[in-house]
């Protein structure tokens, strides 16, 4: 008996998931099929706002990897490279990420997109994105977080910031969002005997001339029309041109001060994809109309990640194209597998073909627009249509079931406010406009930071001995070591001068950091010295409590 | 109309939600009352293992405190003090950590307890703990990902070591626990197609003659019988001497590796009460038989952190107390919001009292043990009326629904084994038993080491070369340095030549920070000059490659 062709898949979303089920069906004796992903589940993406939301819980947004394809090897690992002259992958797998090298016959790349927020300045380090499900459930943490805060906050300005929430991109993605993060509000008001509704202020901003470019026109309005009744300022024709830690700047030059911005636009390569050297255009893999790679004799590549024509003479026209949606992606996956397999039997391949039955999006509170089979839709109709489609997608009955049922449970139950925080980072950039307060007198000293650009004024007043002292950091300094200072609170206001960056490090990191390097003994005794006036009250790292170490170690 | 009396309750678990709804229904137009916790919601701990092991979701352990306590304020704060003389509490809110002062007329101290591993070398560093919601969630996440890295590991210590699992403390908690997670892992197993049932090993380990002190013998019996029989090793009369990154070590000599150990031991008093100046005994704050506070006029408290005797004679016997237990909280909030109103109507107050209606324990699998009004019990029966009484204890109908429909649809569907992974740490500590292995070559580079206590050597080989380079680093010196070197495996090996401890820093971090301090560009520039030949495949601080960051910036 002939020995089995092994074949690995990488990417565990639409393309992946049905190209590798299909590729063990119809392969079955004569391919090993093996779907390598960095997350155990599928995403079902298109869910992600309703998980932010709250409507859905995140298990009935995602699927594990090992249900949906159990006679599939799943391993959840990162692939670090591919070795296309040996027909190598290499992943990195496990706690202590050891590298492991991966053989096999025919390669299907399937890794979707990445996110590439770079033009915009300060997008990458403030925004929240809504890619998976860490996204949707970080936007829902933090939304409630701004709920509780404003819920017990009496100033004014940062109040309003709280209560202010901006989505950027008005395609399906951040239409969805919007609304669901409206429905998250709504719903969780009552809770928060603080705030009233007039108070929340929410913005969807899209640089096209009109939201859903993608859309018929007519649905599009009425999309719009739903969006504004409900409280959403919409604003078309407009970008952004930065962020920071206190809202965005439009290029009309309106400023929005806001503690919550999610970019919904950025889709770029995937950072894998973007390093394997093969032919792309508009960030996607150039492949032939059989989904190969060419030039690469056992590469094929399907989803948001490929550039598949639809005809024999695909020119500068994105619609000469598959689109990067799931429904092409779903069959794309089944016509590959057809093809891998026809491949190794010495058959004849299928150019890819198919045309979109049409278009759904969600704008919560039971409406949606739809454009299916050319027949516009709108209304509870088309949000009934949406759910069942989406439902219909869902492998298997039992996620179907299961799905269902809650949806129709979470309609009469109380939402769930639940916050549940993650650990933050111990070091981000964080950009500031000019003008910004970094810290003021008073505040619970969190950290340590060091200018990267801009400038940034210090100023402390005594107010028991008239005493005024000011000075200004530039690239290169560093503030804040009061962390080191056995002292809880700032004593200082920092203002950034110009438009600047900041690298923050969180005070606990930043005092471990701080006793591994001995050779930083002399700078910070010196510095803590001039400072402060004396190691006794310093915590720094010659000095560091040897007893506090000795406690617990 | 008199002004109202302003009631701060300090803590959102079983004593202080009771005592904040009590105290708003029998104090209505007579006061204010405010809730204040870290979280915003109440988590039914005893349903946390149920959590771990998937067989509930989070939000069915877990209430949101505004929709229990619907007249009361909630603030979702950490208490850093408080001032008995002005009667303030001075609280941190909000991302950014702004102090406020909170004035009280009558103060209800309902903490709780905290965690105090620091007996046992090692188990705060490495032990999982199952105190709250994002414990649950942790152990979940860590264990799925055992399973999925031994699913693709072939190397037989490491498979035993993922396929391991400890659980130290046989009381209530780590008996639920054990059997909790053995039931997530039976559950999922079948998903792996490359383990064996006969591969996981799980551990259960008690210092006490036998599990369950606290329970009738003949009940604690019969729960050991059923945890072996489902494949838990219990072993009684021996206790935990210290843990590292790879195992435990234990009183009797034993070693076990594994990568998961959960500390169910360790109850000591809350880091705040601890602060406080109260008048303690064995970690709890006492109280009169009021549940006053003696020397403190407006202040009360309840719960595990308070010491509330149960006669007018008590001793050192813990029986002539209130125990620990949510039963015991439940009933003190109602009697000591009685207590406060009767105070403030200048009525007579009630002294406590109360005896324990039984109590119930989990053994997964649907089995329980269960000593109720002096009826021994186990089996389903105990089961059903363990579900039962938990159930009751849910506030609200909806709240008793929900978790009874998700119940028994968990019951049907297939386990839950999605693994939703966390932000790992910065920095770390990480111990080490002479003969563990820090990183070996080939491993990905994944951070920074110092040495804390012990000494570690680097052992590195050149294959080509024959070349065998070795060095020992002590306290104060750091290795690892590659992540400043555009490499990505290890070179060498370390091992520890001694039982020490490593601080760890994550490359990303350890780059940013090293970014930071401009003054250690001359001290990494001459380390990398003799380390690694030359600073054009250095990463160093000086040598930053600019592109890279104004890539993003």
Same mark, same amino acid.
């Given at each position: ?94 706690a202590r990420m ?20 770079a033009?915009?300045p300060g997008m990458a380090d403030h925004a ?10 970080m936007?829902?943490?933090h939304?409630?977080g701004?709920?509780?805060t ?8 940062v109040?309003?910031q ?57 649905? $599009?309005? !009425? *999309? &719009? ?7 959403? #300022?919409?604003?078309?024709?407009? /970008?952004?041109?930065s962020a920071t830690a206190t ?12 503690s ?58 994105? $619609?000469? !194209? *598959? &689109? ?7 069959? #794309?996956?089944?016509?590959?597998? /057809? ?82 925080r993650m650990r933050p980072p111990a070091t981000r950039y964080i950009h500031f406009w000019r003008g910004d307060k970094v810290f003021e007198p008073g505040m619970l000293i969190d950290g340590f930071y060091t200018v990267i650009k801009g400038s940034f004024k210090l100023t402390i007043d005594n107010p028991d001995t008239d005493e005024h002292f000011e000075k200004v950091f530039g690239p290169g300094e560093h503030f804040g070591e009061r962390v080191l200072v056995k002292s809880e609170l700032r004593t200082g206001l920092v203002q950034a001068l110009e438009d600047g960056l900041l690298l923050f490090i969180a005070q606990k990191d930043f005092t471990r950091f701080a006793t591994a390097f001995p050779t930083l003994d002399a700078y910070f005794k010196d510095y803590i010295e001039e400072t402060f006036g004396g190691p006794d009250k310093a915590f720094a790292p010659g000095n560091i409590d040897q007893s506090e170490l000795e406690k617990t170690h």
């Amino acid at each position: 008996m002939a020995k089995k062709k092994k074949i690995i898949v990488i990417g565990g979303g639409f393309g992946g998931v049905f190209a590798a089920k299909t590729l063990e069906e119809r392969g079955r004796g004569l391919v090993d099929v093996e779907l390598i992903n960095n997350n155990n589940y599928f995403v079902f993406q298109p869910l992600l706002p309703e998980v932010a939301s709250s409507n859905i819980s995140a298990s009935d947004a995602v699927v594990p990897l090992r249900q949906l394809l159990t006679k599939v090897q799943v391993r959840q690992a990162r692939v670090m490279g591919i070795d296309f002259k040996t027909k190598t992958v290499i992943v990195m797998q496990g706690a202590r990420m050891t590298p492991v090298e991966l053989k096999y016959d025919e390669l299907v790349i399937a890794l979707g997109t990445g996110v590439d927020l770079a033009r915009i300045p300060g997008m990458a380090d403030h925004a929240l994105t809504m890619k998976d499900l860490t996204d949707a459930h970080m936007l829902r943490t933090h939304a409630i977080g701004c709920l509780e805060t404003a819920d017990v906050t009496t100033e004014t300005p940062v109040k309003d910031q709280l209560l202010s929430f901006v989505v950027v991109g008005a395609g399906f993605s951040g239409v969805e969002t919007a609304a669901e993060l409206r429905e998250l509000i709504r719903n969780a008001l009552p809770y928060y005997h603080n705030i009233k509704p007039e108070e929340i202020r929410m913005y969807l901003i899209e640089y096209a001339p009109r939201i859903l470019p993608t859309f018929p026109a007519e649905l $599009a309005e !009425y *999309a &719009t029309k739903q969006l504004s009744k409900s409280g959403i #300022e919409v604003l078309t024709g407009v /970008g952004t041109e930065s962020a920071t830690a206190t809202g965005v700047a439009l290029t009309n030059g309106r400023i929005i001060n806001s503690s919550t911005v999610v970019a919904t636009i950025g889709n770029g390569p995937h950072p894998l994809v973007q390093t394997l050297g093969l032919d792309m255009h508009w960030g996607r893999i150039r492949t032939d109309r059989f989904m190969q790679v060419p030039g690469q004799e056992h590469v094929w590549a399907l989803g948001d990640a490929a550039l598949i024509p639809l005809n024999d003479n695909p020119g500068e026209d994105p $619609a000469d !194209y *598959a &689109t990067q949606t799931a429904q092409f992606a779903v069959r #794309e996956g089944y016509q590959l597998a /057809g093809n891998v397999v026809a491949k190794l039997k010495g058959e004849e391949l299928k150019p890819f073909a198919y045309k979109s039955k049409g278009s759904l999006a969600s704008l919560g509170m039971s409406k949606a627009v739809a454009d299916v089979y050319g027949i516009k839709l709108s209304g509870m109709f088309a949000w009934l249509l949406w759910r069942g489609f989406y439902l219909s997608f869902l492998p298997g009955f039992v996620a179907k079931f299961r799905v269902g049922l809650n949806w129709m449970i979470n309609a009469i139950m109380p939402p769930n406010i639940v916050q549940l925080r993650m650990r933050p980072p111990a070091t981000r950039y964080i950009h500031f406009w000019r003008g910004d307060k970094v810290f003021e007198p008073g505040m619970l000293i969190d950290g340590f930071y060091t200018v990267i650009k801009g400038s940034f004024k210090l100023t402390i007043d005594n107010p028991d001995t008239d005493e005024h002292f000011e000075k200004v950091f530039g690239p290169g300094e560093h503030f804040g070591e009061r962390v080191l200072v056995k002292s809880e609170l700032r004593t200082g206001l920092v203002q950034a001068l110009e438009d600047g960056l900041l690298l923050f490090i969180a005070q606990k990191d930043f005092t471990r950091f701080a006793t591994a390097f001995p050779t930083l003994d002399a700078y910070f005794k010196d510095y803590i010295e001039e400072t402060f006036g004396g190691p006794d009250k310093a915590f720094a790292p010659g000095n560091i409590d040897q007893s506090e170490l000795e406690k617990t170690h």
